[in-house]
């Protein structure tokens, strides 16, 4: 079992810079991937962006983005501290929502919600005007 606790979110101004943390505990290494969706209350959970892991100690890895955040976020991971980021720069007012982390246990990165075996708790992101 692998658990997740994603923080880090909080309220921001327009134009402000957010960064998410996602900490994993347990068999992380049995993780291949991981992710951040996020959720707004009556939509489905979509991808932000994903990273795939690695074999050994560095942090050298493959990102996707959803198009409406390329070049405002970017994620990253720190294998020593076991550690995913989300650097969100420039934030706008639709990137409001529930954050959360993903890992899975299969090669490849997929954008599908339901391909991820383990889930954070959700972090909250409000960006205001």
């Known amino acids: 079992q692998v658990q997740l606790v994603d923080s880090g979110g909080g309220l921001v101004q327009a134009g402000g810079s957010l960064r998410l943390s996602c900490e994993a505990f347990?068999?992380?290494?049995?993780?291949?991937?991981m992710a951040w969706f996020r959720q707004i209350p009556g939509k489905e959970r979509e991808i932000v962006a994903a990273?795939?892991?690695?074999?050994?100690?560095?942090?050298?890895?493959?990102?996707i983005y959803t198009d409406s955040v390329t070049g405002r976020f970017t994620i990253s991971i720190d294998k020593a501290k076991n550690t995913m980021y989300l650097q969100m720069n420039n934030l706008k007012l639709e990137d409001s929502a529930i954050y959360y982390c993903?890992?899975?246990?299969?090669?490849?990165?997929?954008?599908?919600?339901?391909?991820?075996?383990?889930w954070g708790q959700g972090t909250p992101v409000t960006v205001s005007s």
């Open positions: 347990g068999r992380t290494f049995t993780t291949r991937s």
């Open positions: 993903a890992a899975r246990r299969s090669l490849g990165l997929t954008r599908e919600a339901a391909q991820y075996d383990y």
């Open positions: 990273i795939a892991l690695s074999v050994g100690s560095t942090n050298d890895s493959t990102t």
